[in-house]
């Protein structure tokens, strides 16, 4: 059965890089499917940031395209977020997730929440 | 703005059915029969209830159906249970560069 742990600083200051690592436990990256980040910003919906297919292509939300990336961990099980120049726009709960494709996403991590504050 | 919307809240008593709608347009929900259906409990991760306009993934229950007719696509909860009471949200894929879309939401009581 395939897991997902979120993981990375739970404090970012404005205008930094935002980091997050996704560890898969139970299966690979490389074996099929697309690892999506998706976020919940406090008190709202869900926002879809981009995912990566396992061959490597990514697809990142046309708001966020300019100042995300989505790439692979050097170890088969890990994938990671980069969000760079946050603001406190950027607080959130972040979900890192396993999909059959890119909406229909089967497997979910717990959620790791990010604060950008100085 | 969601690229779809969802009603807000809906509530309904137990026993009870109810439906939660999510409309698009024709480049998601009405030309594709690529959505999927997530509930969420509070301060929990979602969980994929309906794919595909209809399909139920192994382990949920028969309960939660779903269809879809032109560009609005619904999640149906027969025989409402208090455990249902939840957020859910319709996601699609989209011919747009977005490729995925959420709605923003529906918050279910159940009286």
């Known amino acids: 059965q395939v897991q997902l742990q979120e993981s990375g600083p739970g404090l970012v200051k404005p205008s930094q890089t935002l980091s997050l690592t996704c560890t898969v436990s139970?299966?690979?990256?490389?074996?099929?499917?697309?690892w999506s980040w998706i976020r919940q910003l406090p008190g709202k919906g869900l926002e879809w940031i981009g995912y990566?297919?396992?061959?490597?292509?990514?697809n990142y939300s046309p708001s966020l395209q300019s100042r995300v990336s989505i790439s692979a961990g050097a170890s088969k099980d890990q994938f990671s977020l980069k969000l760079s120049s946050v603001t406190a726009a950027d607080t959130a709960v972040y979900y890192c997730?396993?999909?059959?494709?890119?909406?229909?996403?089967?497997?979910w991590g717990q959620g790791t929440t990010v604060t950008v504050s100085s | 703005q969601s690229a779809l919307t969802q009603p807000a809240s809906v509530s309904g008593s137990p026993g009870q059915p109810i439906t939660i709608s999510c409309t698009g347009t024709?480049?998601?929900?009405?030309?594709?029969?690529?959505v999927s259906w997530y509930q969420q409990h509070p301060g929990r991760a979602p969980n994929l209830i309906i794919y595909?306009?209809?399909n139920r993934p192994s382990g949920i229950s028969d309960r939660f159906s779903g269809s879809k007719s032109g560009n609005t696509a619904s999640l149906t909860i027969s025989g409402l249970q208090t455990e249902d009471e939840a957020d859910y949200y319709c996601?699609?894929?989209?011919?747009?560069?977005?490729?995925?879309?959420f709605g923003g939401g529906t918050k279910l009581t159940v009286l």
């Open positions: 997730v396993r999909g059959i494709s890119g909406y229909r996403m089967d497997v």
């Open positions: 024709s480049s998601d929900v009405g030309d594709y029969n690529y």
């Open positions: 990566m297919f396992y061959t490597g292509t990514t």
């Open positions: 595909d306009v209809t």
């Open positions: 139970g299966g690979s990256i490389r074996n099929g499917h697309y």
């Open positions: 996601c699609s894929y989209t011919s747009t560069s977005t490729h995925v879309v």
